[in-house]
């Protein structure tokens, strides 16, 4: 049966439509001017009656891959981030399965001190943390960025969240069968809630990636800056009048171009954990 559309109906699509339209403009604007102005010279950035370069000027893209540290901060980004999601999504799934799945006294309790935690400022946490760090001589490592991140109180939530949708017949019916908690999680638990775990890694990922102001603490040698770091350091370079900003543009883009490309790829996933969908069907 086709369903007939009123008048009312139409309208109210049209202005849905409208609405998303300049909703997604103001949103793209930015962005879509960071890349316009990565292909203009500093002249023409500076020249606001003109929206278009007169020509495109890719040897921005060149200085800044071939004469700049910039692919340098994106790779170390890339590496600790992908490090720290790891070892977050571990640290968050056996925490979220053993407080779900597994049953002890005070495991309620451990889930509120967990989540009072959460609630603290993160800016308070940085002094404990720095000590900690500096009497271990990790501050200024590699090992010392990845370690203080390797926990995630939100990824703990998340996948708290979509383990209590897992039934408890199935765990208690592998646990029958003699499956251990790990063969568990990997084999019944993961699978079932594999969007979460996405979605996890993947808000995780860029939490990481765009961190600026624990890795300025923590880190004062130029060779292991992040992406945030590096971008602020390229930016300040020339100081404030000389500033080459159709390089700071190139950067800039050349530096959301991983975060673009993981989007692209994970998006169903991310959408369907956002949604809260764990792939248990009735």
Request: aromatic share 14%; no cysteine.
């Amino acid at each position: 049966m086709v369903k007939k559309y009123t008048v009312i109906d139409r309208i109210d699509a049209i202005v849905k439509w409208i609405i998303l339209i300049i909703v997604g403009v103001f949103t793209a604007f930015p962005f879509l001017w960071m890349v316009v102005s990565a292909f203009k010279t500093k002249e023409e950035i500076m020249d606001t009656s003109k929206f278009l370069p007169q020509s495109l000027h890719w040897e921005n893209f060149i200085t800044v891959i071939f004469n700049s540290p910039i692919p340098r901060y994106i790779v170390n980004s890339l590496l600790i981030s992908l490090a720290i999601v790891f070892i977050q999504i571990i640290t968050g799934a056996l925490i979220a399965y053993a407080i779900v799945f597994m049953k002890f006294k005070g495991r309620g309790i451990l889930f509120g001190i967990i989540m009072v935690t959460y609630m603290l400022p993160t800016a308070a946490t940085y002094i404990p943390s720095y000590i900690i760090l500096a009497n271990h001589q990790l501050l200024n490592t590699y090992t010392g960025l990845i370690i203080s991140s390797s926990v995630s109180i939100f990824g703990i939530f998340l996948l708290r969240q979509a383990f209590m949708q897992v039934p408890s017949a199935m765990v208690e019916a592998a646990q029958i069968d003699g499956a251990s908690h790990f063969r568990i999680l990997h084999l019944v638990v993961f699978p079932m809630t594999k969007s979460s775990f996405i979605t996890f890694g993947l808000m995780s990922f860029i939490a990481s990636y765009n961190n600026y102001m624990w890795p300025s603490l923590i880190t004062n040698d130029s060779d292991k800056y992040m992406v945030s770091q590096g971008l602020r350091s390229f930016f300040i370079e020339g100081g404030a009048y000389g500033t080459e900003w159709s390089l700071v543009m190139a950067a800039s883009a050349g530096i959301v171009i991983p975060l673009l490309i993981m989007f692209a790829f994970a998006q169903k996933w991310f959408i369907d954990g956002i949604g809260g969908d764990t792939g248990v069907k009735g």
